[in-house]
């Protein structure tokens, strides 16, 4: 059974839009295909400066923490993730295993 590339321009464009978007998040492009397109990122971890964190939260009577705890999750690992267009020509992103 043949199957029909339905990629065109503007799926083409909502991909590179993508791309633009996520590196001005700070993501990396690591790998990269235009024949099939797709894209691997990567957004190195970031440090995280307690001390600082610890006297906004003696500061703020412990409502910091909450702060501090998110900062802790979301920033604390590095992040991969793959961008693509699917047979049907959407744009997708999904998570890639790390290492």
């Known amino acids: 059974m043949e199957s029909y590339q339905l990629i065109n321009e503007k799926n083409l464009d909502q991909f590179h839009k993508m ?26 971890k970031k440090e995280i400066n307690h001390p600082f964190h610890l006297f906004l939260t ?19 690992k590095k992040k991969d993730i793959l961008v693509a267009l699917d047979e049907d020509g959407n744009v997708f992103e999904e998570k890639c295993l790390s290492k």
């Open 19 to 44: 791309l633009t978007a996520k590196k001005r998040n700070g993501f990396v492009i690591i790998e990269h295909n235009e024949k099939l397109p797709y894209a691997v990122l990567s957004k190195e």
């Open 58 to 76: 003696v500061l703020t009577m412990g409502l910091w923490s909450i702060v501090w705890l998110y900062f802790v999750i979301s920033f604390s």
